[in-house]
């Protein structure tokens, strides 16, 4: 409910915070916690008219008012801890009061802010302001101030909160019977502590929380995770964290090079897509090429699939869409062959696409002549395993998607198995037709768009309890 629209009644509004310190990248200490402008913050236009009923500055003060006059109402806030801060307006004695804690810290009267009636739009976690001598969060700063801290709950009202509700609200106790107007809640926040800590950082967490958390992780969160702050980077140095995620997909036989456990898994695993670029310039896209040794062999040499001749086979894949973007087409050929090379540049008469997603979120997965729709609506940002597996002898495939079979069909391999001497992971050319490879008729490369984990080529045939496990 926008306060824009109760003004001429009683209302309160509550809300639980933290600020977090000064971030590495710049972010400032505090922010606007509610702001209020003319114009939508997505219209990207400077609002004429803007308010910040409750703001805390770069020094720790706390501003809370909704008449003009907006004092300070409570100096050197803590960082790294919860508070409890609500603000009442009695319409028609013109009353604000504002509570910290639950603790009565100011009573100003006064009528709304004149501006009231210009601010149709309003949220939580920024606002516009024109900072002046003050320091928001410097002093001459003029543009939008985001909050740095946690929100866990905000709450607007019908009416005035007594001081006794106040209270309860403030213990962490709902046992107010006032019409609640709009509730904003994030986290189900359970501890009742007046003075608790926020956990705001990993290692204020037990060690073995930690350790089970990550266990979760893939080795690409990881790595993204291993650069957020030093507190990571430190965490992640051990080796064997590396050596765990990386021996997945490395024959443990071969004696590995000389270098650092995170500096094989990054070259070797972690891989990120560029995509096909819509402005359709057809430059060359990012992509990985499969190599193998034998147990023999130190000299790695590049795989195709089709050296396998009449052995069975299986393959599975860990991956994740990204959105599609105003620049990049979504989905894309994860594992791609024709009859040339990416590099050579010229049109391959032979080209197919073992799996693809199309850009309208359809997973296509095969190694046969037929090439049907395996899953439909696939999501960007979440993390997908398939597997394929296919039978030689019985000329029978399998696909599973997160351990689940989804589709089986049977045939020969694609007839023009022989001709695919080239192929890669990330990209392929396909001869669209009508359906969205990005879109009907496109003629050529199509950049798999997203992040692969892990892609692993198995001898023989993967079961069903081998996919589950995987």
Known sequence: EKLSRIKDSNFSFDVWFALLPEQPDGAYTGGILYGLQSVHVESRVWPKFHQQFVVISATGDLFCSVIDYRPVVKSKLQLERWYHLALTYEHETQRQDVYLNGEKLRSDTGALHREMNFLKHEQVGTGCITANGLHFPKPGYLGWYGFNGIIDEFRVWNGVLTQDEVTKLSSGENGVEMQLLASLKVTGRMVRSRNRLVI???????????????????????????????????????????????????????????????????????????????????????????????????????????????????FDVWFSLLPASDNTSFGGIIYGAQSSSRESRSWPFYHQQFVLVSSTGDLYCSVLDTRPVVASNLESDRWYHLALTYDNDTQIQYVYLDGVKIHSSAGSLHREWGFLTHEQVGTGCITAGSLNFPHPKYLGWYGFHGVMDDFRIWSGVLLQDDATLL
């Not at 950082?201 to 291993?226: H, M, V, W």
């Not at 650069?227 to 992640?236: A, E, K, S």
């Not at 990120?272 to 359709?280: A, E, K, P, V």
């Open 200 to 314: 705001v950082r990993p290692e204020q967490l037990p060690a073995d929380t930690i350790k089970t958390l990550c266990s979760y992780l893939t080795g690409f969160d990881a790595f993204n995770l291993s650069h957020t702050n030093f507190w990571w980077m430190q965490y992640f140095s051990d080796g064997s964290v590396w050596k765990r995620v990386f021996d997945a997909t490395t024959d443990t036989h071969i004696d590995q090079p000389d270098q650092p456990w995170k500096k094989q898994y990054m070259t070797s695993r972690a891989m990120l897509f560029s995509g096909l670029q819509n402005s359709d310039d057809r430059q060359i896209d990012s992509y990985a090429y499969f190599t193998y040794a034998g147990h023999t062999q130190r000299r790695h040499s590049r795989f195709r699939l089709n050296f396998l001749g009449s052995e069975s086979f299986s």
